[in-house]
């Protein structure tokens, strides 16, 4: 199947992926006066007194916003607010669908990080929780974290935590198969935005070996002035050894190469120059930064890519739909490392020891056993870190 073409096809047939279901009847006198006025003042008046009783007598509770500014959609990059739409939509329908959460697309016509947390606060009162998507760094990363600081509510950047959670799944089991401790595993990055900045924090908390980070230039190395605040904070964080040089100087001798950058960036030689049983992760989308055929055969041993029709597709729909249940079920205040820690544990452990294997290294993305346990394992550490409200 040519699946773009298709796609277009489908999208035009569809006309939307979700749609607004009403919960209730008021097709009788008394439906409707219950469902609106003149009832609808007594829980009006319930919520006046009290603002928390909003996520017991309204959808509060269940309902998140899917929320982009257009500025960094899939591979696309910076295609508008609109044209980010149908990957939104998208968002919700797999949101209702694994996780059981009323999603709601919002794109907002501004790139003005001011504008954007605003606007985000103004509505916050509509919603359980925020999630943030394809908003470019480094923006997104004062969006964010000002959002976490002003609202009482989750607020989460799927782009930079949910593909770090994924990842660190599959980088459990993948050293599992390889026999090598997840704390000796020297690890190289490619991209240094939103994921791969995401991805080497969460990597360090986890407590593998070393982290070194790259972006188009090479690898990124305290003290160079010319890298902007964000980069100069990472490179603070990663590379210890202060290398120098380009990527290929950095997957020399590397058990571990993660892509999230742009494709056919890796050449054959690269992957043969890293650790004997390496791990090679190309997530970029549509087209990865090596192919998993060409990792293979330079002697990869565990290979994932973002591509469904590939084995071992790292995708952050493993995430998402759960850890939002989770959170929304406890009403957390916040999602924090230790409840994305369990999300990343749990959707590991999804995988039984007996299946566990080089071309099986996750779930299925449409596994709802794997959702329900992302959920329960979220759920647990919001309660053992005090961030829940139930």
Known sequence: MNYREESLK?????????????????????????????????PCLAIRDDTERSF?????????????????????????PEAGMPVMEGKCALFKAFGGVDAIPLCIRSKD??????????????????????????????????????????????????????????????????GKEISALRIVINGAGAAGSAIAKFLLKL???????C???????????????????????????????????AMKGADVFIGVSGPDCVTKDMVRSMAKDAIVFACANPVP?????????????????????KPNQINNVLVFPGLF???LDVRARDINDEMMTAAARAIAACVPEEELCKDH?????????????????????????????I
């Open 10 to 42: 489908k999208h035009a047939e569809w006309r939307g992926k979700i749609e607004v279901v009403s919960r209730v009847e008021v097709d009788t006198r008394e439906k409707l006066s219950l469902a609106y006025t003149p009832g609808v003042a007594e």
């Open 215 to 249: 972006d188009r230039r090479g690898i990124l190395c305290e003290g160079d002035a010319t890298l902007s605040p964000a980069m100069q904070e990472m490179a603070k964080l990663t590379n210890r050894r202060r290398l120098c040089g380009l990527l290929a100087d």
């Open 113 to 178: 990080t001011d504008e954007i947390v605003r606007t985000i606060e103004l509505l916050a009162g509509s919603f359980g929780g925020i999630n943030l998507e394809d908003i470019s760094a480094p923006r997104c990363f004062e969006i964010e974290t000002r959002l976490k600081n002003d609202l009482d509510i989750p607020v989460f950047h799927d782009d930079q935590h949910g593909t770090a959670i994924v990842v660190s799944a599959a980088l459990i089991n993948a050293a599992k198969i390889v």
């Open 289 to 309: 930064e090596i192919s998993r055929e060409d990792a293979i055969e330079a002697g990869a041993a565990v290979v994932g890519t973002g591509s469904s029709e």
């Open 56 to 80: 017991e007598l309204t959808r509060r509770w269940n309902t998140v916003p899917v929320i982009t500014d257009g500025t960094a959609i899939l591979g696309l990059g910076d295609i508008g």
């Open 361 to 389: 290294i996750l779930p299925f993305a449409y596994d709802p056993k794997a959702h329900a346990a992302v959920a329960e394992a979220v759920a647990v550490a919001a309660r053992k870190t005090g961030v829940n409200k």
């Open 325 to 327: 249940r989770g959170a």
């Open 207 to 213: 407590g593998v070996g070393e982290v070194i980070l």
